[in-house]
């Protein structure tokens, strides 16, 4: 799914009636099937140019366009995988992973075939009958992947999804998700604002600068794949 983004601007209205301005007239574009990593440092918008990409924040101007289609409001076909997992405390991880599922097409054994593979894919069979609280933070991060990927979303937006791991399981989740990528044929863009994350997992790295008048800058970068 390819992503445009055309002079979008983002203000908040603070409780003291103050606005701030998140965003300033953000261009960009993202083809089908890219990797991007948006790069920048905190406080300068790349949350809420994910949250405009996903729908689940309006642009105060401009706009979001997704495979030809004027974004409205969040879809399955954008997953949204969040820096806090926010995973349902009352369901187990197996319930967790097939809960999107319900609503979607196919009989309830595809769906069920369907949320055990992502089970296997991300080694969860042990803890697939554990809440979320039982759970350790990069076990909580991989029931949170795979619960977006079971919706096989054809764009999968991610906010610092590995900012709580340690550095060891982080890597080893980078690893990971740089092969589902390879095989699910799917748009993965991923917020960080760590440099070194951006230039093992991008194919592109979009650098958000938050001087006011450069909001934003656009650094192609060639990476030879392992
Ligand atoms: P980043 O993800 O790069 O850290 P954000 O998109 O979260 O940046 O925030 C950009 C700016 O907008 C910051 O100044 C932040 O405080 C402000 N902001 C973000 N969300 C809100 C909100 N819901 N209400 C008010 N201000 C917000
Ligand atoms: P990030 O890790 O992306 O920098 P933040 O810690 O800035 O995230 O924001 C966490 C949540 O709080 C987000 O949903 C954001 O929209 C909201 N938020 C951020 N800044 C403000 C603010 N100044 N006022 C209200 N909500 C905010």
């Known amino acids: ?25 953000i261009d960009l574009t993202i083809s089908s099937g890219e990797f991007v990593c948006l ?7 790349k949350s809420t140019l994910l949250k405009l990409i996903a729908g689940i ?41 097939a809960f ?21 894919l991300f080694e969860l069979e042990e803890a697939a009958g554990l809440y979320p609280k039982q759970l350790s933070g990069g076990m909580s991060q991989r029931v949170a992947i795979a619960r977006a990927l ?6 999968l937006l991610m906010d610092e999804p590995f900012a709580a791991l340690d ?3 982080r890597q080893k989740l980078q690893e990971e998700l740089v092969r589902i990528w390879q095989r699910e044929n799917a748009t993965f863009v991923f ?3 760590d440099v070194e994350e951006a230039i093992f997992l991008a194919d592109r790295i979009i650098v958000m600068s938050p001087r006011p008048g450069a909001v934003s800058a656009i650094v192609p970068v060639q990476l030879p794949r392992p």
């Open 1 to 25: 799914m390819d992503v445009e983004v055309k002079r979008a601007s983002k203000s908040y209205h603070s409780s003291g009636g103050k606005a701030v301005e998140a965003l300033s007239a």
């Open 39 to 45: 790069l920048g440092p905190s406080g300068c918008g």
């Open 57 to 97: 924040e309006t642009a105060s101007s401009g706009a979001v366009i997704c495979a030809g289609e004027v974004v409205v409001g969040p879809s399955t076909g954008r997953g949204f995988i969040f820096q806090d997992y926010s995973l349902f405390p009352w369901l187990t991880v197996r319930q967790n992973i």
């Open 100 to 120: 999107g599922l319900q609503r979607g097409k196919g009989t309830k054994r595809e769906k069920r075939e369907l949320a055990e593979h992502y089970i296997r």
């Open 150 to 155: 079971c919706l096989q979303p054809k764009l």
């Open 167 to 169: 550095a060891m399981l």
């Open 191 to 193: 917020v960080t604002h």
